[in-house]
Protein backbone atom coordinates (compact mmCIF):
# COMPACT_ATOMS: atom_id res chain seq x y z
CA UNK A 1 0.00 0.00 0.00
CA UNK A 2 1.55 3.65 -0.82
CA UNK A 3 1.62 5.71 2.17
CA UNK A 4 1.11 9.39 2.15
CA UNK A 5 4.75 9.42 3.17
CA UNK A 6 5.70 7.91 0.19
CA UNK A 7 3.62 9.89 -2.62
CA UNK A 8 5.13 13.46 -0.99
CA UNK A 9 8.57 12.12 -1.13
CA UNK A 10 8.33 10.48 -4.69
CA UNK A 11 6.51 13.37 -6.12
CA UNK A 12 8.42 16.28 -4.40
CA UNK A 13 11.99 15.35 -5.25
CA UNK A 14 13.71 17.49 -7.52
CA UNK A 15 9.91 19.59 -7.64
CA UNK A 16 10.85 22.89 -9.42
CA UNK A 17 8.96 25.88 -9.43
CA UNK A 18 4.68 26.78 -9.11
CA UNK A 19 5.74 29.92 -6.82
CA UNK A 20 2.46 31.63 -8.83
CA UNK A 21 0.16 28.67 -7.46
CA UNK A 22 1.90 28.99 -3.39
CA UNK A 23 1.09 32.60 -3.44
CA UNK A 24 -2.14 32.31 -4.71
CA UNK A 25 -3.54 29.84 -1.99
CA UNK A 26 -1.54 31.91 0.35
CA UNK A 27 -3.31 34.98 -0.81
CA UNK A 28 -6.43 33.29 -0.60
CA UNK A 29 -6.05 31.46 2.87
CA UNK A 30 -5.25 35.96 4.06
CA UNK A 31 -8.47 37.65 1.97
CA UNK A 32 -11.54 34.99 2.93
CA UNK A 33 -11.77 33.97 6.90
CA UNK A 34 -12.93 30.34 5.70
CA UNK A 35 -13.11 28.49 2.11
CA UNK A 36 -12.75 26.25 -0.46
CA UNK A 37 -9.77 26.64 -3.31
CA UNK A 38 -9.48 24.00 -6.52
CA UNK A 39 -6.49 23.32 -8.49
CA UNK A 40 -7.48 22.48 -11.76
CA UNK A 41 -5.52 21.08 -14.79
CA UNK A 42 -4.83 18.65 -17.54
CA UNK A 43 -3.57 14.99 -16.84
CA UNK A 44 -0.14 15.01 -16.11
CA UNK A 45 0.22 19.14 -15.47
CA UNK A 46 1.43 18.48 -12.13
CA UNK A 47 -1.66 18.79 -9.76
CA UNK A 48 -0.62 15.56 -7.45
CA UNK A 49 3.22 17.09 -7.02
CA UNK A 50 2.11 20.73 -6.18
CA UNK A 51 0.04 19.53 -3.82
CA UNK A 52 2.54 17.15 -2.48
CA UNK A 53 4.90 20.00 -2.23
CA UNK A 54 2.36 21.82 -0.64
CA UNK A 55 1.65 19.45 2.27
CA UNK A 56 5.75 18.91 2.53
CA UNK A 57 6.17 22.79 3.32
CA UNK A 58 3.50 23.75 5.12
CA UNK A 59 2.61 20.32 7.36
CA UNK A 60 -0.85 20.50 6.73
CA UNK A 61 -2.87 18.02 6.99
CA UNK A 62 -3.11 15.95 3.49
CA UNK A 63 -4.69 12.97 1.09
CA UNK A 64 -4.04 11.47 -1.96
CA UNK A 65 -7.06 9.85 -4.09
CA UNK A 66 -5.46 7.21 -5.95
CA UNK A 67 -7.86 5.06 -7.89
CA UNK A 68 -5.08 2.56 -9.42
CA UNK A 69 -4.92 1.55 -5.91
CA UNK A 70 -8.12 1.01 -4.74
CA UNK A 71 -7.51 3.95 -2.31
CA UNK A 72 -10.28 6.29 -3.44
CA UNK A 73 -13.35 5.84 -1.37
CA UNK A 74 -14.92 8.04 1.84
CA UNK A 75 -13.53 5.60 4.04
CA UNK A 76 -10.27 5.71 3.30
CA UNK A 77 -10.39 9.45 3.08
CA UNK A 78 -12.16 9.55 7.03
CA UNK A 79 -9.36 7.15 8.27
CA UNK A 80 -7.04 9.27 6.93
CA UNK A 81 -8.19 12.08 8.45
CA UNK A 82 -9.16 10.41 11.49
CA UNK A 83 -5.70 9.24 12.10
CA UNK A 84 -3.69 12.53 11.18
CA UNK A 85 -6.37 14.20 13.51
CA UNK A 86 -5.95 11.89 16.46
CA UNK A 87 -2.22 12.21 15.79
CA UNK A 88 -1.56 15.63 16.24
CA UNK A 89 -4.26 17.12 18.12
CA UNK A 90 -5.23 13.89 20.51
CA UNK A 91 -9.16 14.36 18.92
CA UNK A 92 -11.40 11.64 18.92
CA UNK A 93 -11.20 10.98 15.29
CA UNK A 94 -14.07 9.72 13.55
CA UNK A 95 -15.22 7.09 16.33
CA UNK A 96 -16.88 4.91 14.19
CA UNK A 97 -18.83 7.18 12.23
CA UNK A 98 -19.04 7.02 8.67
CA UNK A 99 -18.19 9.87 6.07
CA UNK A 100 -21.47 12.30 5.95
CA UNK A 101 -21.31 12.30 9.41
CA UNK A 102 -17.18 11.91 10.47
CA UNK A 103 -15.70 14.58 8.45
CA UNK A 104 -17.46 17.78 8.98
CA UNK A 105 -17.21 16.28 12.74
CA UNK A 106 -13.85 15.62 13.08
CA UNK A 107 -13.04 19.42 10.36
CA UNK A 108 -15.02 21.25 13.62
CA UNK A 109 -13.71 19.57 16.23
CA UNK A 110 -10.23 20.02 15.48
CA UNK A 111 -10.87 23.83 14.78
CA UNK A 112 -12.48 24.30 18.47
CA UNK A 113 -9.33 23.49 19.66
CA UNK A 114 -7.53 25.49 17.71
CA UNK A 115 -6.27 28.99 18.54
CA UNK A 116 -8.10 31.59 15.96
CA UNK A 117 -5.73 33.01 13.71
CA UNK A 118 -4.01 29.31 13.28
CA UNK A 119 -5.69 28.45 10.13
CA UNK A 120 -6.85 24.37 9.37
CA UNK A 121 -5.86 23.14 6.40
CA UNK A 122 -6.80 19.79 4.79
CA UNK A 123 -5.50 19.12 1.41
CA UNK A 124 -6.74 16.76 -0.78
CA UNK A 125 -5.48 15.41 -4.22
CA UNK A 126 -7.83 14.12 -7.24
CA UNK A 127 -11.39 14.89 -6.37
CA UNK A 128 -11.76 13.22 -9.82
CA UNK A 129 -10.00 9.95 -8.94
CA UNK A 130 -12.57 9.64 -5.58
CA UNK A 131 -15.10 7.42 -5.76
CA UNK A 132 -18.54 8.43 -6.86
CA UNK A 133 -20.60 9.78 -4.00
CA UNK A 134 -24.30 9.10 -4.02
CA UNK A 135 -27.14 11.38 -4.45
CA UNK A 136 -25.91 15.02 -4.83
CA UNK A 137 -23.31 14.44 -2.01
CA UNK A 138 -19.75 15.95 -2.51
CA UNK A 139 -16.72 13.67 -3.21
CA UNK A 140 -15.72 12.21 -0.24
CA UNK A 141 -18.64 13.55 2.16
CA UNK A 142 -16.65 17.10 1.79
CA UNK A 143 -18.69 19.51 3.85
CA UNK A 144 -20.00 22.23 1.89
CA UNK A 145 -19.49 25.09 4.62
CA UNK A 146 -17.16 25.31 6.33
CA UNK A 147 -16.17 26.84 10.20
CA UNK A 148 -14.57 29.98 10.45
CA UNK A 149 -10.83 29.59 10.22
CA UNK A 150 -11.05 26.22 7.87
CA UNK A 151 -9.92 25.60 4.59
CA UNK A 152 -9.94 22.96 2.11
CA UNK A 153 -7.35 22.84 -1.01
CA UNK A 154 -8.09 20.50 -3.36
CA UNK A 155 -7.13 19.07 -6.65
CA UNK A 156 -8.96 17.84 -9.53
CA UNK A 157 -8.61 17.24 -13.20
CA UNK A 158 -10.65 20.90 -14.92
CA UNK A 159 -14.18 20.34 -14.87
CA UNK A 160 -14.43 16.66 -13.61
CA UNK A 161 -16.08 17.43 -10.21
CA UNK A 162 -18.82 19.27 -9.12
CA UNK A 163 -19.04 20.87 -5.97
CA UNK A 164 -21.63 22.06 -3.63
CA UNK A 165 -20.46 24.94 -1.35
CA UNK A 166 -21.37 27.74 0.53
CA UNK A 167 -18.68 30.27 1.20
CA UNK A 168 -15.86 31.42 -0.42
CA UNK A 169 -14.16 29.62 -3.50
CA UNK A 170 -11.92 29.87 -5.50
CA UNK A 171 -10.48 28.20 -8.63
CA UNK A 172 -7.06 27.97 -9.80
CA UNK A 173 -6.44 26.70 -13.40
CA UNK A 174 -3.34 25.58 -13.94
CA UNK A 175 -3.52 26.19 -18.12
CA UNK A 176 -3.94 29.96 -17.09
CA UNK A 177 -0.68 30.17 -16.24
CA UNK A 178 0.99 28.95 -19.17
CA UNK A 179 4.24 31.15 -19.72
CA UNK A 180 5.13 30.50 -15.70
CA UNK A 181 4.34 26.67 -16.65
CA UNK A 182 6.85 26.74 -19.63
CA UNK A 183 9.16 28.64 -17.31
CA UNK A 184 9.44 25.82 -14.68
CA UNK A 185 8.89 23.05 -17.31
CA UNK A 186 12.48 24.28 -18.70
CA UNK A 187 14.04 24.73 -15.31
CA UNK A 188 12.89 21.18 -14.63
CA UNK A 189 14.83 19.76 -18.29
CA UNK A 190 17.89 22.21 -17.03
CA UNK A 191 18.00 20.30 -13.41
CA UNK A 192 17.36 16.91 -15.32
CA UNK A 193 19.50 17.09 -17.87
CA UNK A 194 22.51 18.29 -16.28
CA UNK A 195 22.96 15.10 -14.46
CA UNK A 196 23.82 11.53 -14.30
CA UNK A 197 22.59 8.98 -17.54
CA UNK A 198 20.76 12.04 -18.65
CA UNK A 199 24.17 14.74 -19.00
CA UNK A 200 25.31 11.68 -20.45
CA UNK A 201 23.10 10.83 -23.48
CA UNK A 202 23.57 14.94 -24.02
CA UNK A 203 27.52 14.55 -24.11
CA UNK A 204 27.34 12.15 -26.69
CA UNK A 205 24.97 13.76 -28.66
CA UNK A 206 25.97 16.65 -30.78
CA UNK A 207 23.31 18.96 -28.95
CA UNK A 208 23.59 21.56 -26.68
CA UNK A 209 21.55 20.83 -23.13
CA UNK A 210 20.02 24.22 -24.56
CA UNK A 211 18.81 23.18 -27.61
CA UNK A 212 17.42 19.52 -26.09
CA UNK A 213 15.66 22.04 -23.33
CA UNK A 214 14.18 23.75 -25.63
CA UNK A 215 12.72 20.93 -28.22
CA UNK A 216 11.84 18.91 -25.09
CA UNK A 217 9.80 21.52 -23.03
CA UNK A 218 8.23 22.81 -26.78
CA UNK A 219 7.16 18.40 -27.16
CA UNK A 220 5.78 18.47 -24.10
CA UNK A 221 3.26 21.45 -24.09
CA UNK A 222 4.30 21.92 -20.40
CA UNK A 223 3.36 18.26 -19.41
CA UNK A 224 4.75 16.89 -16.63
CA UNK A 225 4.24 13.66 -16.98
CA UNK A 226 5.43 13.72 -20.52
CA UNK A 227 8.95 14.67 -19.74
CA UNK A 228 8.61 12.14 -16.97
CA UNK A 229 8.15 9.38 -19.59
CA UNK A 230 10.54 11.01 -22.31
CA UNK A 231 13.57 11.77 -19.85
CA UNK A 232 13.11 7.70 -18.98
CA UNK A 233 13.07 6.83 -22.19
CA UNK A 234 16.13 8.89 -23.12
CA UNK A 235 17.68 7.93 -19.74
CA UNK A 236 17.55 4.06 -20.34
CA UNK A 237 19.25 4.20 -23.94
CA UNK A 238 22.55 4.49 -24.15
CA UNK A 239 23.93 4.95 -27.74
CA UNK A 240 20.50 6.78 -28.36
CA UNK A 241 20.77 8.99 -31.44
CA UNK A 242 19.39 11.96 -29.74
CA UNK A 243 18.54 14.06 -32.64
CA UNK A 244 16.94 11.91 -34.12
CA UNK A 245 14.60 11.08 -30.79
CA UNK A 246 13.92 14.58 -30.61
CA UNK A 247 12.92 15.01 -34.14
CA UNK A 248 10.48 12.14 -33.89
CA UNK A 249 9.20 12.72 -30.74
CA UNK A 250 5.40 12.71 -30.67
CA UNK A 251 3.55 15.99 -29.59
CA UNK A 252 2.09 16.35 -26.63
CA UNK A 253 1.31 13.32 -23.72
CA UNK A 254 -1.49 11.95 -25.30
CA UNK A 255 0.43 11.54 -28.24
CA UNK A 256 3.27 10.13 -26.82
CA UNK A 257 1.11 7.60 -25.16
CA UNK A 258 -0.23 6.57 -29.01
CA UNK A 259 2.96 6.19 -30.00
CA UNK A 260 4.09 3.79 -27.39
CA UNK A 261 0.61 1.45 -27.24
CA UNK A 262 1.89 1.34 -31.48
CA UNK A 263 5.46 -0.31 -30.25
CA UNK A 264 3.72 -2.56 -27.66
CA UNK A 265 1.94 -3.93 -30.21
CA UNK A 266 -1.63 -3.14 -29.49
CA UNK A 267 -3.43 -2.04 -32.96
CA UNK A 268 -2.41 -4.65 -35.41
CA UNK A 269 -4.47 -7.84 -33.95
CA UNK A 270 -8.41 -8.63 -35.02
CA UNK A 271 -8.22 -10.30 -31.76
CA UNK A 272 -6.52 -9.20 -28.51
CA UNK A 273 -3.41 -9.83 -27.77
CA UNK A 274 -2.15 -11.44 -24.45
CA UNK A 275 -0.41 -8.30 -24.32
CA UNK A 276 -3.45 -6.38 -24.64
CA UNK A 277 -5.06 -8.57 -22.45
CA UNK A 278 -2.62 -8.16 -19.38
CA UNK A 279 -2.39 -4.42 -19.56
CA UNK A 280 -6.58 -4.01 -19.61
CA UNK A 281 -6.59 -6.45 -16.46
CA UNK A 282 -4.37 -3.68 -14.72
CA UNK A 283 -6.21 -0.93 -16.25
CA UNK A 284 -10.05 -2.67 -15.15
CA UNK A 285 -9.09 -3.89 -11.75
CA UNK A 286 -9.41 -2.15 -8.68
CA UNK A 287 -6.29 -2.96 -6.99
CA UNK A 288 -2.96 -3.52 -7.62
CA UNK A 289 -1.89 -6.98 -8.56
CA UNK A 290 0.83 -9.78 -9.10
CA UNK A 291 1.87 -11.11 -12.30
CA UNK A 292 0.32 -14.20 -10.85
CA UNK A 293 -2.82 -13.16 -10.17
CA UNK A 294 -3.16 -11.76 -13.78
CA UNK A 295 -1.82 -14.98 -15.14
CA UNK A 296 -4.79 -16.83 -13.44
CA UNK A 297 -7.21 -14.50 -14.32
CA UNK A 298 -6.34 -14.88 -18.27
CA UNK A 299 -5.65 -18.32 -17.88
CA UNK A 300 -9.75 -19.20 -18.68
CA UNK A 301 -8.92 -16.64 -21.67
CA UNK A 302 -5.79 -17.61 -23.49
CA UNK A 303 -3.53 -20.72 -22.97
CA UNK A 304 -0.44 -18.22 -24.44
CA UNK A 305 -0.20 -17.02 -20.50
CA UNK A 306 2.23 -17.80 -17.76
CA UNK A 307 3.20 -16.07 -14.64
CA UNK A 308 6.49 -15.97 -16.10
CA UNK A 309 5.35 -14.22 -19.50
CA UNK A 310 3.57 -12.11 -17.12
CA UNK A 311 6.12 -10.59 -15.68
CA UNK A 312 8.01 -10.27 -18.59
CA UNK A 313 5.84 -7.87 -19.70
CA UNK A 314 5.41 -5.71 -16.78
CA UNK A 315 8.89 -5.77 -16.93
CA UNK A 316 9.09 -4.50 -20.13
CA UNK A 317 6.28 -1.93 -19.55
CA UNK A 318 7.85 -0.47 -15.62
CA UNK A 319 7.68 3.04 -16.84
CA UNK A 320 4.04 3.00 -17.17
CA UNK A 321 3.31 1.09 -13.62
CA UNK A 322 3.82 1.47 -10.36
CA UNK A 323 5.46 -1.45 -7.90
CA UNK A 324 4.46 -2.41 -4.74
CA UNK A 325 7.97 -3.98 -3.37
CA UNK A 326 6.73 -4.02 -0.13
CA UNK A 327 4.96 -7.35 -0.39
CA UNK A 328 6.10 -10.29 -2.31
CA UNK A 329 5.42 -10.90 -5.08
CA UNK A 330 5.50 -7.22 -6.07
CA UNK A 331 2.25 -6.02 -7.16
CA UNK A 332 1.30 -3.92 -10.16
CA UNK A 333 -0.68 -1.23 -10.84
CA UNK A 334 -0.93 1.74 -13.71
CA UNK A 335 1.14 4.07 -12.41
CA UNK A 336 -1.15 7.29 -13.96
CA UNK A 337 -4.04 8.11 -13.76
CA UNK A 338 -3.79 9.74 -17.75
CA UNK A 339 -2.45 6.23 -19.00
CA UNK A 340 -5.32 4.94 -17.51
CA UNK A 341 -7.79 7.65 -19.41
CA UNK A 342 -6.05 7.00 -22.14
CA UNK A 343 -6.39 2.96 -21.98
CA UNK A 344 -9.94 4.00 -22.06
CA UNK A 345 -10.55 5.75 -25.24
CA UNK A 346 -13.20 4.14 -26.87
CA UNK A 347 -10.92 4.10 -30.12
CA UNK A 348 -8.14 2.84 -28.44
CA UNK A 349 -10.01 -0.09 -26.98
CA UNK A 350 -11.55 -0.79 -30.50
CA UNK A 351 -7.96 -0.75 -31.88
CA UNK A 352 -6.87 -3.34 -29.20
CA UNK A 353 -10.28 -5.54 -29.67
CA UNK A 354 -10.95 -5.21 -26.15
CA UNK A 355 -14.59 -5.32 -24.37
CA UNK A 356 -13.94 -4.08 -21.33
CA UNK A 357 -16.86 -6.16 -20.32
CA UNK A 358 -14.92 -9.23 -20.75
CA UNK A 359 -12.28 -8.04 -18.65
CA UNK A 360 -14.06 -7.21 -16.00
CA UNK A 361 -15.71 -10.60 -16.31
CA UNK A 362 -12.67 -12.40 -16.15
CA UNK A 363 -11.46 -10.48 -12.93
CA UNK A 364 -14.77 -11.29 -11.57
CA UNK A 365 -14.08 -14.99 -12.01
CA UNK A 366 -11.65 -15.50 -10.50
CA UNK A 367 -12.63 -13.48 -7.42
CA UNK A 368 -15.20 -15.79 -7.18
CA UNK A 369 -13.07 -18.31 -7.44
CA UNK A 370 -10.99 -16.88 -4.42
CA UNK A 371 -13.94 -16.47 -2.20
CA UNK A 372 -15.03 -20.23 -3.13
CA UNK A 373 -11.46 -21.20 -2.18
CA UNK A 374 -10.08 -22.13 -5.73
CA UNK A 375 -7.43 -20.68 -6.28
CA UNK A 376 -3.74 -20.99 -5.02
CA UNK A 377 -1.01 -18.60 -3.83
CA UNK A 378 1.80 -20.06 -5.55
N1 LIG B 1 6.89 21.22 -10.43
C1 LIG B 1 7.42 20.01 -10.68
N2 LIG B 1 8.74 19.81 -10.59
C2 LIG B 1 9.27 18.59 -10.87
N3 LIG B 1 8.54 17.51 -11.23
C3 LIG B 1 7.21 17.66 -11.35
C4 LIG B 1 6.59 18.91 -11.07
N4 LIG B 1 5.26 18.76 -11.27
C5 LIG B 1 5.07 17.48 -11.64
N5 LIG B 1 6.23 16.80 -11.67
C6 LIG B 1 6.37 15.36 -12.02
O1 LIG B 1 5.62 15.13 -13.21
C7 LIG B 1 4.83 13.94 -13.12
C8 LIG B 1 3.35 14.25 -13.31
O2 LIG B 1 2.88 15.08 -12.27
P1 LIG B 1 1.56 14.78 -11.41
O3 LIG B 1 1.42 13.34 -11.11
O4 LIG B 1 1.60 15.73 -10.27
O5 LIG B 1 0.43 15.21 -12.46
P2 LIG B 1 -1.15 15.37 -12.19
O6 LIG B 1 -1.56 16.70 -12.69
O7 LIG B 1 -1.45 15.07 -10.77
O8 LIG B 1 -1.77 14.26 -13.16
P3 LIG B 1 -3.20 13.49 -13.02
O9 LIG B 1 -4.26 14.44 -13.47
O10 LIG B 1 -3.15 12.36 -14.00
O11 LIG B 1 -3.34 13.05 -11.62
C9 LIG B 1 5.17 13.33 -11.77
O12 LIG B 1 6.16 12.33 -11.96
C10 LIG B 1 5.70 14.49 -10.96
O13 LIG B 1 6.60 14.08 -9.97
MG1 LIG C 1 -2.51 13.59 -9.90
Redesign the pocket.
Known sequence: MVAAADIIR?????????DYVFTAVDKFLEDHDRGFLVLE?????????????YIRRTHCVGHFNLRAQGLNTAGHFVKSLSEQFVARYGTHGAGGADGGEAVPRMLSEVRAILPDGIPLVVAV??L??AEAPPGAANPLYLPGILDKGTYLVL?T?RNETALHVDGPFQKID?KDFHAETMA?VRC?LENRLSQGALARRVEESHLSAGEVVARLSEMSEG???Y??YTLIDIARSPGLDLDRFLRELPQGLENYYRMHWQSMGMTAAEAPTVNAWILYVLCEAEAPLPAWIISSILAPVTTRVSPASVQQCLTQWLPFLHRDVSTSPAKYSLY???FR?FLHRHDVVANAGMDLTNVRAAIAELLWQHMMGDTEDT
Open positions: TKTTGFVGRGDPGAGKTAILAEDADETRLDHNFMLYHASD
